[in-house]
């Protein structure tokens, strides 16, 4: 038990990274990813949202929606508890960390929309993840998405320094090195 949530832990936060290798939470990756401290708060409310997302709504679908055979209300009951979430981290972002949250936006409500955060709920279901399982599975995505939304940050911050064609400053330059971030984690799929 313990080897198979060593290897969902590796798998989900680097061979399938939810940015890089699978393409979703592409937006709050790209507008929040201009400073490090900025990205790294995002990265600690997703991880928050989407293990606490994993862990309830797992629950909901083995305890409410599969006994009583409904499990085609998953999408729609994923994405209200979601949004719940959300609206608990805006509100204890609010009253507690207020430079994070003026720091955050628009994008900390984003997160309820974030498709990662909907598609770790779903794929939870799609494999037959139990809740521990998907717990793992959860946090694990959403570290790699901290890992990455990270990384992206930093090199955007070193890349104000450097002398880019004009063609390609702003969001090109962002999509080119993220292009390059997600051919380097293909790397990783050597791991498993």
Do not use: W
Request: proline share 3%.
């Amino acid at each position: 038990m313990l080897k198979e949530l060593l290897v969902i832990l590796i798998a989900s936060s680097l061979v399938n990274n939810v940015v890089l290798s699978q393409f979703l939470g592409l937006c709050p990756f790209l507008g929040v990813s201009k400073k490090t401290e900025t990205a790294t708060g995002m990265g600690v409310a997703v991880i928050f949202v989407i293990t606490l997302a994993s862990a309830v709504a797992g629950a909901i679908y083995q305890f409410i929606l599969q006994p009583f055979h409904i499990e085609y209300l998953q999408t729609i009951v994923f994405i209200l508890v979601i949004a719940a979430l959300v609206q608990f981290v805006e509100m204890f972002l609010k009253k507690f960390i207020p430079g994070l949250y003026q720091s955050l936006g628009v994008y900390l409500p984003l997160i309820t929309t974030n498709c990662a955060v909907l598609g770790v709920a779903l794929t939870n279901v799609q494999k037959n993840y139990g809740i521990l399982t998907g717990i793992v599975n959860g946090f694990a995505t959403a570290v790699g998405f901290t890992i990455s939304i990270i990384i992206l940050a930093g090199i955007r911050e070193k890349l104000k320094y450097n002398d880019i064609p004009e063609s390609f400053q702003g969001m090109p330059i962002v999509l080119v090195t993220a292009g390059l971030m997600a051919i380097a984690f293909c790397g990783f799929s050597g791991l498993l």
